[in-house]
Nanobody
Framework: QVQLVESGGGLVQPGGSLRLSCAAI????????MGWHRQTPGKERELVAVDTSGGGTNYADSVKGRFSISRDNAKNTVDLQMNSLKPEDTAVYYC????????????????WGRGAQVTVSS
């Protein structure tokens, strides 16, 4: 029922910027955590940034100060502004959302987007 639709990936030069967007669509009672992970070939998927929905955010050390996550609860969207991009930021970026299965959010289910390719190269 729930789908995560990503947009905004592409090719950018080192030092440039990109903005990724993700929209959750479907029958949504409530979304708890929302965020972004990334993965490169041969490496495990790693957390980039997450909004915990409890007033806090977490960033990977490698992107802290360069990336910024923002969330619109009314629209069920989450964005990732990426500045000062480096070649090592090249990866497939996946949107993540934790879907509440009841009104109290005592049970949740994880959803993932299909991924957006980000390539940083001159």
């Amino acid at each position: 029922q729930v789908q995560l639709v990503e947009s905004g990936g592409g090719l950018v030069q080192p030092g440039g910027s990109l903005r990724l967007s993700c929209a959750a669509i479907g029958s949504i009672l409530r979304l708890k955590r929302m965020g972004w992970h990334r993965q490169t070939p041969g490496k495990e998927r790693e957390l980039v940034a997450v909004d915990t929905s409890g007033g806090g955010t977490n960033y990977a050390d490698s992107v802290k100060g360069r990336f910024s996550i923002s969330r619109d609860n009314a629209k069920n969207t989450v964005d990732l502004q990426m500045n000062s991009l480096k070649p090592e930021d090249t990866a497939v970026y996946y949107c993540y959302a934790e879907y509440c299965l009841n009104s109290g959010c005592f049970a949740t289910r994880d959803y993932w987007g299909r991924g957006a390719q980000v390539t940083v190269s001159s």
